[in-house]
């Protein structure tokens, strides 16, 4: 019960953070020796749609004034999230079998970490009403690649908005509010194949995990937002670093 409490607040922070969630939910486990539920279908639908609800509860006014008034946003949201969509469809089996060794998720918090360093050099001036089709496109590729572990979602898409010329603030809201469908497909598709799959239910893990994944999930959102009006991803490029030193370095010392 406590390893699924603290795994459900490393995802409701890392989600958000510019860190990779899947990294620290792979490593967590593999440092700690954590197996059985925590493993299971059943606990990732959970943490998802933690996740999910705290993206929800902080927007729920930005989604229902776009389907009001802001129309074309919703629009871009929606296209931006077809490549991730596509590659996740053809490629997240494949990820899950192959790209989940220690050794891809510290090559990708550093090569993640070196994208979000230069992004901070670009010249930051657009706000998200000047947002257009190109922008929207590039950011949706750039979250296709946050699939393989350690590159993280937030991570890519607030670094390609940077990238676009967009202010730090208007890339992280774009970038939240483009992670609202791409985490719901993925709770979706984690509760398919925990319907069709082995049935593992546990009902009080469960509930932690997606009370403990919402609640820091929405502060971490909450913070961030804040965070991004004063400060730059340069704090987040150094503990990545630092965390693939870590994870290397546990890995030596394992052999």
Not at 222 to 227: D, E, H, P, R, T
Request: hydrophobic share 55%; aromatic share 14%; with cysteine.
């Amino acid at each position: 019960m406590i390893a699924a409490l603290i795994l459900g607040i490393v995802q409701g922070i890392t989600e958000f953070f510019p860190v990779s969630s899947t990294a620290h939910l792979v490593l967590l486990p593999w440092f700690f020796k954590w197996d059985g539920d925590l493993n299971s279908l059943t606990f990732d639908v959970a943490l998802h749609a933690g996740t999910l609800l705290a993206l929800l509860l902080c927007f729920w006014r930005d989604w229902i004034e776009m389907l009001m008034h802001k129309r074309r946003l919703f629009y871009l949201i929606i296209l931006a999230s077809v490549p991730a969509g596509i590659v996740g469809v053809l490629f997240n089996d494949f990820v899950e079998e192959n790209l989940r060794s220690p050794y891809i998720i510290s090559a990708a918090l550093v090569l993640g970490g070196i994208v979000m360093f230069l992004s901070e050099k670009m010249f930051k001036h657009r706000s998200l009403a000047n947002l257009n089709l190109s922008d929207a496109l590039v950011i949706g590729f750039s979250q296709a690649v946050a699939l393989v572990p350690g590159v993280s979602r937030s991570g890519i898409t607030i670094s390609a908005g940077l990238f676009r010329g967009l202010d730090r603030s208007s890339s992280a809201r774009f970038s939240f509010l483009l992670s609202t469908p791409i985490i719901a497909a993925a709770a979706l598709l984690h509760a398919k194949k925990m319907l069709t799959g082995p049935t593992h239910y546990d009902l009080n893990l469960f509930m932690v995990g997606f009370a403990a994944s919402a609640i820091t999930g929405f502060a971490a959102i909450k913070f961030l937002m804040s965070f991004f009006k004063k400060y730059s991803l340069n704090a987040f490029v150094y503990y990545r670093f630092l965390l693939a030193a870590v994870i290397i370095s546990g890995i030596w010392l394992k052999i």
